[in-house]
């Protein structure tokens, strides 16, 4: 049903490096870049996560209640991934963990502030 979500940075370079470094695991890489916009996803024409400087060139500023869940495949990749985002300059939001049955989240902050959660459904 999601083609893609957008968010919001204040340096391209840094945020696909970000990016492309903590989703290589899951095969994500830039599929698309037009300087103030790059895709990444898998290629399988699946969802993707587009990082970009906001057209109205202001300051990107994360929403409130917004956040950008990413499936992780496993209770495992959760862990690693969640770990590495901390590693990559990430900042905590909520430690992996069962937060109710069938759902397996670990929630951290992207170093422009975009609230983000790798997830286990099952």
Known sequence: MI???TIGVADMEKAK???SSL?????VSVLM???RIA???SGDGGPMLAVCTPYDEGQPAPGNGNMVAIPAGSTENVDKLYAKALELGGTDEGEPGQR????YGGYFRDPDGN???FC???
């Open 120 to 122: 286990h459904l099952g």
């Open 17 to 19: 490096a970000y990016y």
């Open 115 to 117: 609230k983000i959660v």
């Open 100 to 103: 109710m049955p069938g759902f």
């Open 33 to 35: 870049d037009l300087g």
């Open 39 to 41: 895709m990444l996803g």
């Open 23 to 27: 989703l290589e695991d899951l095969g």
């Open 3 to 5: 083609a893609y979500t």
